[in-house]
């Protein structure tokens, strides 16, 4: 049976979801929902999905919904996946998890005694290039992972904060650039190196943007467990816009993503048997759909269950926190995992 779903918030980025759900068969998209109605309605109507709410708890109370997908202001992310828990749904939410740790933490918690599948769409890990590089990692095929870098050098206009004015406001973000896009590309290489983060340092800073609560421009450190190191920067004020490159150096060899002009990632110096994503799709939005689906349908593993989010949030909760000390910050994960549960 076709996966019944519901949209939570009907921006941009749920638009291309709602594309990629029609385009699967086994996904039936049967409501969605916005805080404004209007928007909601001529989403529902220019998607063709059946009917349209203004109130979430409406649309879990009348749909016979399986799952829901949250594309919803950060700070909405823990209210709204505890009611979707309550009424026994599985959850895809719009990275980061939560606007912090600690709710994150909860989503986690309240998801594992709910017996319900919650997913965070940290989307670059279906990218064929990225996942390629992931799997030669923890596989080995690099030796020891010495450090690894990323960056994001994205471009974005006034328009950003105006049409989603949370996004400007720290707390309802949680941040700027680092949480709300870098992290898509941090997570990619926690996940390679595996571990826990365990110490950070960062810098942030208001360039172009200065009349905003949140950075635009973000450069961090993470400590590893092991002692390997990740180099994290993260721009919303980049011109041209280019796109995101990811490095990660070992004893055995290196690996370097690039996004454009195609996805690709490149060993140098030693061989790597290629892997490919576990699901079929053009776009890694859309294979996260479908995996996601999988997982709830299928019982097949989808890459970021809700604890698999944990990590790169406590990182950049640690870069934050460095930025207004000027030190490094230690990243107590594990004892706050083990406190609440969630190890």
């Known amino acids: ?65 399986d799952a829901v997908y949250l594309a919803v202001p950060h700070d909405l992310h823990l209210e709204m996946a505890r009611a979707a828990i309550e009424a026994s749904h599985h959850v895809l939410v719009e990275k980061p998890i939560a606007r912090t740790l600690a709710a994150g933490q909860e989503i986690a918690r309240l998801a594992r005694e709910g017996g319900v599948r919650v997913g965070v769409n940290y989307q670059y890990r279906y990218d064929p290039g990225c996942y390629a590089l992931a799997l ?23 328009d950003y904060f105006q049409q989603g004015p949370w996004r400007s406001q720290l707390a309802r973000a949680g941040g700027g650039t680092l949480i709300t896009q870098g992290s898509h590309i941090l997570d990619v290489l926690l996940w390679a190196l595996g571990g826990q983060p365990h110490a950070a340092q960062g810098f942030t800073a208001r360039q172009k ?116 000390s000027g030190q490094r910050e230690r990243i107590e994960f594990a004892d706050r995992r083990q406190d609440q549960g969630t190890a």
């Open 136 to 158: 030669a990692a923890r596989r080995g095929d690099l030796g020891r992972l010495y450090y690894g870098r990323c960056n994001l050098p994205w471009d974005r206009e006034v």
């Open 209 to 324: 943007f200065t009349q905003v609560e949140v950075e635009d421009l973000a450069l961090g450190t993470v400590e590893m467990e092991d002692g390997a190191l990740v180099q994290i920067s993260s721009s919303m004020i980049a011109r041209p816009e280019q796109g995101v490159t990811i490095e990660l150096y070992g004893q055995r060899g290196t690996a370097v993503y690039r996004e454009r002009p195609l996805p690709h990632v490149r060993f140098r110096g030693t061989r790597v048997r290629r892997a490919r994503p576990p699901v079929w799709g053009f776009h890694p939005l859309q294979r996260s759909l479908e995996a996601f689906r999988a997982w709830v349908a299928d019982d097949r593993p989808y890459l970021t269950p809700a604890e698999e989010a944990l990590p790169v949030l406590a990182a950049i909760e640690a870069i934050y926190r460095s930025a207004q």
């Open 1 to 65: 049976l076709p996966l019944r779903l519901g949209i939570a918030g009907c921006g941009w980025v749920a638009g291309y979801v709602a594309l990629f759900a029609r385009l699967n068969r086994r996904i039936r998209l049967l409501a969605c929902c916005d805080r404004t109605p209007s928007q909601a309605e001529e989403f529902a109507s220019r998607r063709r999905i059946p009917r349209a709410y203004a109130e979430f708890e409406a649309m879990l109370q009348r749909e016979a919904l």
